[in-house]
C-alpha cells in the first residue's frame, strides 16, 4: 500500500513538473497594430523597402533515418555472410555501419531532388545596406513593402 501511494506521488509530482515544460503558443498576429512595431520605423536599423522578391529552392539536408536502418540491417546481413569464426562479429558491426552511413547519404540524395521552394526578399535597409532574406513562406510580401527585419524573417509594416 505505501509502495503504491509513493509510486502515486511520484507520478503526480512528474505530471506537474513536466506542465511547466509547455511551450507558449506561437503568435497567430503581427500586424499594424501591433505595439511591437508602433514608432520603431523612426530609428529602425534593421527596416527597409523589398526592391525584389524570388523563388528559390533550398536543399534540406534531413532525412528520415529509414534509409540508414534498412542500409545497416542489408550491410549486417551482408558482413555476417562474409565472415567467418572470430571475424563474423567484426564483420557484422562493420557492414552496419558502412550500410548506415550509405543508406543515409542514398536517402539524402534521393530526397534532395530541386529542393523545397522558398522565397528570396532583397531588401534596401534604411541606412543604405542591403540585406537579402530567403524563407519559407511569402506571406503576401511585394516589392515596395516597408519591412523590419526581425530573426531572420521579414514582416511587414505600416
Given at each position: ?60 539536408n534531413a532525412t528520415s533515418g ?34 548506415g552511413f550509405a543508406g543515409n ?54
Amino acid at each position: 500500500m505505501k509502495s503504491r501511494f509513493t509510486s502515486m506521488t511520484l507520478a503526480g509530482a512528474a505530471c506537474i513538473a513536466m506542465a511547466g515544460c509547455v511551450a507558449t503558443p506561437p503568435r497567430t498576429h503581427y500586424g499594424y497594430n501591433d505595439p511591437y512595431y508602433q514608432g520603431r520605423d523612426q530609428h529602425c536599423s534593421t527596416c527597409g523597402v523589398i526592391r525584389d522578391v524570388g523563388r528559390v529552392y533550398v536543399r534540406d539536408n534531413a532525412t528520415s533515418g529509414g534509409g540508414a536502418v534498412l542500409g545497416a540491417v542489408i550491410g549486417g546481413v551482408l558482413g555476417s555472410t562474409l565472415g567467418h569464426g572470430r571475424g563474423r562479429t567484426a564483420t557484422t558491426v562493420a557492414g552496419a555501419v558502412a550500410g548506415g552511413f550509405a543508406g543515409n547519404a542514398i536517402e539524402r540524395n534521393q530526397n534532395g531532388g530541386g529542393g523545397r521552394e522558398a522565397w528570396q526578399f532583397n531588401v534596401q535597409l534604411d541606412d543604405g545596406r542591403w540585406a537579402t532574406v530567403t524563407q519559407w513562406s511569402n506571406d503576401d510580401l511585394r516589392p515596395g513593402d516597408r519591412v523590419m527585419i526581425r530573426d531572420d524573417r521579414l514582416y511587414r509594416l505600416r
